[in-house]
Structures are given as structure tokens and as C-alpha cells.
């Protein structure tokens, strides 16, 4: 799959998840039942996945990208009133240090979800 046939995917199941749930919930919740929707997909994915190499070696106790899917696909999730100027840095730098092109940041604290989806791209 291409980038965004899988940003496509993503966000179907999150949109999914968003309906049975709703807003007001912690990120952690929102992060362990888009888990489920995309293991139900059939959709690979890695979870809480180090995102800095320092000096050739895995730093697993610093910043973690909340999800990489298919190999592609960084999503970050967020549950907050409004996204900010540094959720995308935050995304943009995962994308830059991990060598991706597409991110998704997701605001799950949103009435519609599709108004919390931003798409992020690195240009390599």
C-alpha cells in the first residue's frame, strides 16, 4: 500500500472508533481501541515506537511515535480541546528523524473527528 491509501485506512478506523466512543475520553483509550480497529482490518502496525537513533543506537527511553503503521505511516494522537503549532512540529520532527514522508495527527476531543485530522508531510 501506498501512503495514502494507508492514511485512508487509518483514518476509517479512527473515524470508527470516534463513533462508538465520542469525545472526552483520555488519548491512551482512543490509542488502545484504534489499536483494535486496525488489528480487526487486518492492518500491520507497531505501537509506542522509539522514534530517536542516536550515535547508530535506539534510544528507547526518549520520544515514541504513538504509531507506525504499515511501515509508512506515522500517526500521532492527541485528545486536547485544539491542536497546536507544536503537535505538528512534534509529528514533522517524528517524520524527519524515523525518514517518512506522511503523518497523521488525530484530536479525538472533537464533536466531528474528520475537524481533528491533519495530514502532515515530510519532504524528505
Known amino acids: 500500500m501506498i501512503e495514502n491509501e494507508v492514511s485512508d485506512k487509518i483514518i ?10 465520542g469525545p472526552g475520553l483520555l488519548e ?7 489499536k483494535r480497529e486496525l488489528t480487526v482490518a487486518g492492518i500491520q502496525f507497531e505501537s509506542e515506537v522509539p522514534v530517536v537513533e542516536y550515535k ?18 506515522i500517526v500521532e494522537l ?12 512534534q509529528l514533522l520532527t517524528y517524520l524527519r528523524l524515523m525518514k517518512r514522508k506522511l503523518g497523521l495527527l488525530i484530536n479525538f476531543n472533537e464533536v466531528m473527528l474528520k475537524n481533528g485530522v491533519r495530514r502532515v508531510v515530510n519532504d524528505l
Open 12 to 21: 476509517g478506523a479512527a473515524i470508527e472508533a470516534h463513533k462508538i466512543l
Open 56 to 73: 547508530g543506537y535506539l534510544i528507547n527511553d526518549a520520544c515514541r511515535a504513538d504509531l507506525l503503521v504499515e511501515n509508512r505511516v
Open 28 to 34: 491512551s483509550t482512543y490509542h488502545a481501541c484504534l
Open 78 to 89: 492527541k485528545a486536547v480541546d485544539m491542536l497546536a503549532n507544536k503537535h505538528k512540529a
